[in-house]
């Protein structure tokens, strides 16, 4: 269907990417909080943790490039100017955290001069020349910045939900798997028109 | 590694239970008998295991002492066949138990002083002595020792001909994590490795990022 219209939906693609950069980061964060609570568990969750969190550094360049790449649905008209200003910070703000925790994870193995162990022998080299201060300033910046993630994270489902389920503009229809049918999100707080039996 | 034939705790819960019954007591500032009879009664492993640990004598320095893995971990070889270890830093240097006289000593720094003088005297070697396990053998408790007849592989010579305080080394800077292994090695399910492996990463980021104290053992003791 060749059209100037704006797309009502992400592109495919970039619904895809987001949920599966969900479903990673949702996985990392709860691993990453678990871990080091654990003694027992603490050795296999870490096996994880570092693969886990390269696979998202890879994702998230990915999703960036695809990003650069793609048109953007516009912002539903129930969104204030204040509103989209922030989801636009937020949205970098997730992106900057996705691509900073695992360099910082990464960074913070090489200055502690650990093997950074992928699988079995896949070892990936060091970023950073061993240093044992640069390692305890990563290992705690590491730990923010997670933190930071898990509470934007938190702001972004909670306003998406917010919008869907009390605004009722189907924001998240955007981010959809399904597709949904042009000017099918356009009609917020507006019911369904229920074909009339004549 | 260290130089107790066994380890008094199974679990890192049955560790943690053996530090609250051994510390000291508020009131009389030593630790309470009863507590330490009660968590005996609770793990006789860890009673079997100190009670080992009793009948082996402990030699009169760092120099002659034998220095054991106690947990076990898993040797895999190229075609993916595995074997069950221990290993022990076995000493060259003729042991000798500690004396009477020595243990009642209050200078610190006695057996640092005793290794640095050995050292400056001839270069000390130890002995890489790997222990094969036979089925049946516990891979998963260290306080058991394996029999005595077991597969044993002297696997190379450890020659420590230079001593450094700690001020000049980067001994403090290495977290000396039993997880972190070259291909080939991996943990056994002993609970205590990986309970190690996260206490370790612990304390190693706390001890990087604070101020860095002068050691107690000086670069000129070491007569470096």
Known sequence: ?198 | MINLPVFPARTPQAFYEQLLASAPDHATGKPDPARMQAFLAKYPESARAIQFIHSHAMSSGFENSTFNSLNAFRFINAARAEVWVRWSMVPVQSFEPISTADSGRTDKNQLFEALIASIHRHPLEWHLIITVAQPGDPTDNATIPWPPDRQQVDAGTLTIDRVESDDTSLARDINFDPLVLPNGMAASDDPLLSARSAVYSQSFTRREGEHKHPSAVSPAQTGK
């Open chain 1, 1 to 198: 269907m060749a059209t100037t219209n704006p797309p009502t939906q992400f592109a495919l693609r970039s619904r895809i990417l987001h949920w599966l950069m969900a479903v990673m980061l949702l996985t990392m964060l709860f691993i990453g909080v678990t871990m080091v609570a654990s003694l027992g568990n603490y050795h296999k969750l870490v096996a994880i943790h570092r693969p886990l969190g390269i696979m998202i550094l890879i994702l998230a360049v990915i999703r960036l490039i695809n990003r650069m790449f793609t048109t953007l649905p516009p912002f539903p008209p129930t969104m204030s100017r204040q509103e989209r200003w922030i989801a636009t910070a937020s949205e970098k703000l997730l992106y900057g955290l996705m691509l900073a925790l695992p360099l910082v994870g990464w960074g913070m193995l090489s200055a502690g001069h650990y093997p950074i162990v992928m699988f079995g022998p896949l070892h990936l080299p060091p970023i950073l020349p061993a240093n044992p201060t640069v390692y305890a300033f990563l290992r705690k910046t590491h730990t923010v910045l997670a933190y930071l993630l898990f509470v934007t994270f938190l702001a972004h489902l909670s306003a998406v939900l917010f919008h869907t389920l009390i605004v009722r503009d189907r924001l998240l229809q955007r981010m959809a798997l399904w597709s949904i049918q042009s000017g099918e999100t356009k009609r917020p707080k507006q019911l369904k028109t229920i074909p009339t039996k004549a």
